[in-house]
Each structure stands twice: as structure tokens, then as C-alpha cells.
């Protein structure tokens, strides 16, 4: 795989992960562990990611070395991914008013237009 070579190049895969964790994890467990609490469910999602990744590096000094534990359970870079997400797309979509929109390919069957991507 060829290493990127601008900002850009490096950030359109990045984002492109990030919206597949995003729409895997709002297919599997739904609006409603945001949409419940508003604003202080989000909070807390964002706490439970950031207390993830404090956990995974606290046998790491600053600037130093660092050992990370091992976390067979996800990717290491999901817990990052997710935080991202929660602070930026999910607090956006929130304050828009746009959090809980169906996921498209659940409104697409509920039309009865079944495709194959499923």
C-alpha cells in the first residue's frame, strides 16, 4: 500500500473508517443510548471512550516509553475512531436536530427496496 503523501490523502481513509465504525455501531445499537439522555448520554459515551484509551495507556510516560496493553476485544484504534465521532458527528448531528434519522439501507427495506449491499 503506498504511503500517503499529502494531509489529505491521509485523511480521506481515516474518514472513510470512521463513518463505516459509525454506521456499524448505529446499526447495532440504535439511537437510543444518545437520544434518551440528549447532550448528557453523549457526554457519557465520550467518558466511557475516553476512560478506554486512558486505560490502554497507563503504562505510557510522557514523551517516553510506552507499553500498551493488549485489548483482544477491539481495535485499538476503534476506541480513538469512536471518540471522534462522538465528539464531532454525533454532537453535530444532536445539535441539529438530525440524530436518530433512519440508517439508509433500514429505510430502504422498510420502502421494500431490497438491494444486495445489505
Known amino acids: ?12 481513509p481515516i474518514l472513510a473508517e470512521m463513518r463505516e465504525l459509525m454506521i456499524d455501531r448505529q446499526y447495532k445499537y440504535g439511537p437510543d443510548n444518545i437520544s434518551n439522555m440528549g447532550v448528557h448520554g453523549l457526554i457519557v459515551r465520550i467518558n466511557d471512550k475516553l476512560s478506554r484509551i486512558k486505560e490502554d495507556h497507563k503504562n505510557c510516560s510522557f514523551l517516553g516509553e510506552c507499553t500498551l496493553r493488549d485489548v483482544p476485544d477491539e481495535a485499538r484504534e476503534d476506541a480513538w475512531k469512536d471518540l471522534a465521532n462522538y465528539g464531532g458527528i454525533i454532537a453535530l448531528m444532536l445539535m441539529r436536530g438530525q440524530w436518530g434519522l433512519p440508517l439508509e439501507h433500514v429505510a430502504r427495506l422498510e420502502k421494500g427496496q431490497f438491494f444486495k449491499d445489505v
Open 1 to 12: 500500500m503506498r504511503q500517503p503523501q499529502t494531509f489529505e490523502e491521509a485523511m480521506d
